[in-house]
């Protein structure tokens, strides 16, 4: 008798220890998929950005072929803000002199409000994207920040002694937003309404 309820507890530990092992395995292949699937909609939606870009005069002639998109990195808020600082800590002084600390302060705080995406211009190998938004908004900021990432590759760093820097800023973020635009007439209205 004590054989058999042990050969039955070795039984019951073995199939035990199959189900734990087919639990896994399920999660590991679905959060490969999920990975899988997020760089494809990367893929596509860097492409999407290249084919805008390509009609623009500023990036006539631009091989766009030997470009890969950079790494995406979904964060909280406060991770993004801290990004934020860390990349506009060397031009917070600049700023200060040229406008002003109360301007600079304001301009900071609502920045830290709004961000909701970030490209450092200084290592362009990733970009940054508050995790916390609708799925197209999301793609939509991914289009944006992509935008910016290919700006910096093909037309380089904004320099900061440039006497045209803000009006190159101001051009860049409006490109950035036309991009964000079409992508939501174009794919988002059909994700809402799916």
Not at 33 to 57: M, P, R, Y
Not at 92 to 111: F, S
Not at 116 to 145: M, Y
């Given at each position: 008798?004590?054989?058999?309820?042990?050969?039955l507890?070795?039984?019951?530990?073995?199939?035990?220890?199959?189900?734990?092992?087919?639990?896994?395995?399920?999660?590991?292949?679905?959060?490969?998929?999920?990975?899988?699937?997020?760089?494809?909609?990367?893929?596509?939606?860097?492409?999407?950005?290249?084919?805008?870009?390509?009609?623009?005069?500023?990036?006539?002639?631009?091989?766009?072929?030997?470009?890969?998109?950079?790494?995406?990195?979904?964060?909280?808020r406060?991770?993004?803000?801290?990004?934020?600082?860390?990349?506009?800590?060397?031009?917070?002084?600049?700023?200060?002199?040229?406008?002003?600390?109360?301007?600079?302060?304001?301009?900071?705080?609502?920045?830290?409000?709004?961000?909701?995406?970030?490209?450092?211009?200084?290592?362009?190998?990733?970009?940054?994207?508050?995790?916390?938004?609708?799925?197209?908004?999301?793609?939509?900021?991914?289009?944006?920040?992509?935008?910016?990432?290919?700006?910096?590759?093909?037309l380089?760093?904004?320099?900061?002694?440039?006497?045209?820097?803000?009006?190159?800023?101001?051009?860049?973020?409006?490109?950035?937003?036309?991009?964000?635009?079409?992508?939501?007439e174009?794919?988002?209205?059909?994700?809402?309404?799916?």
């Amino acid at each position: 008798m004590k054989n058999k309820k042990t050969i039955l507890t070795s039984t019951n530990i073995m199939w035990t220890f199959v189900f734990i092992m087919l639990l896994i395995t399920s999660s590991v292949v679905m959060k490969l998929t999920i990975v899988n699937s997020v760089i494809k909609e990367h893929k596509k939606i860097f492409a999407f950005v290249q084919s805008e870009l390509k009609g623009l005069d500023t990036y006539k002639g631009v091989d766009f072929s030997k470009m890969s998109e950079p790494a995406v990195r979904y964060v909280p808020r406060e991770k993004l803000i801290e990004i934020f600082m860390a990349i506009n800590e060397v031009v917070y002084d600049r700023m200060v002199k040229e406008y002003g600390q109360a301007r600079v302060d304001e301009m900071v705080e609502m920045y830290k409000k709004e961000v909701i995406g970030i490209t450092d211009s200084n290592d362009v190998s990733e970009i940054f994207i508050f995790k916390d938004l609708e799925p197209c908004e999301r793609k939509a900021i991914v289009a944006h920040e992509y935008t910016h990432f290919l700006q910096v590759k093909i037309l380089g760093k904004i320099k900061l002694d440039d006497k045209d820097k803000d009006n190159k800023h101001t051009y860049r973020e409006m490109q950035g937003g036309q991009i964000q635009t079409l992508y939501e007439e174009r794919f988002c209205k059909d994700e809402e309404a799916g």
